[in-house]
């Protein structure tokens, strides 16, 4: 048996039990789907780097983000 972390998967919740499909089409309607997700993508890398560092061994993550992240260029 293996117990090492292999994946990681970046889920964004909001705390207070609010659906993901409510806010991130709200956050794409009101234009903050952008800076949500870049702030996501920040956190994730710094995580990564993080756990990385601590275990020596190369942990592969998966990021959702929104249809218009891909079209919106950073």
Not at 53 to 59: A, Y
């Given at each position: 048996s293996n117990d090492e972390v292999a994946k990681v998967e970046v889920l964004l919740r909001w705390n207070k039990g609010i659906s993901p499909a409510v806010f991130i089409p709200l956050a794409e309607k009101?234009?903050?789907?952008?800076?949500?997700?870049?702030?996501v993508l920040e956190q994730a890398c710094a995580y990564r780097l993080q756990l990385a560092?601590?275990?020596?061994?190369?942990?592969k993550f998966c990021i959702n983000i929104s249809s218009q992240q891909l079209q919106t260029p950073q």
């Open positions: 009101l234009g903050l789907i952008n800076d949500i997700g870049l702030w560092q601590l275990s020596n061994k190369d942990v």
